[in-house]
């Protein structure tokens, strides 16, 4: 494969260094079709026992440092179950205002 001088004088990013060295895929995906992530990104998975254990270590942690904070969500993709966020719910108690 001969060097292209393009990529002098671009940024190089991620992607830049995925394909230095094998060229890209016509189908290939860079982001799930069903939710949108990055599938570069490593990310919990509410289907995986394991993502699960954490993601709840996670949000009981959250809840005891955090005494404002009512409950967690974890938002994931209802298709592929990939942790999308965390939505947290404070209370609505307003000595907890600042
Ligand atoms: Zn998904």
């Not at 001969?2 to 094998?22: A, G, H, I, W």
């Not at 949000?59 to 298709?79: A, F, M, Q």
Request: glycine residues 2%.
């Amino acid at each position: 494969m001969t060097k292209s001088k393009s990529v002098f004088n671009t940024p190089l990013d991620r992607n830049y260094f995925k394909y230095k060295d094998r060229p890209k895929k016509k189908d290939e995906v860079e982001v799930t079709v069903c939710c949108n992530q990055s599938v570069d990104h490593e990310v919990a998975n509410v289907n995986n026992e394991e993502d699960w254990e954490s993601i709840q270590d996670y949000i009981e942690r959250n809840l005891r440092d955090y005494t404002n904070t009512e409950s967690i969500t974890p938002i994931s993709c209802k298709k592929c179950g990939r942790l999308i966020q965390y939505l947290s719910k404070l209370k609505d108690d307003k000595k907890h205002w600042r």
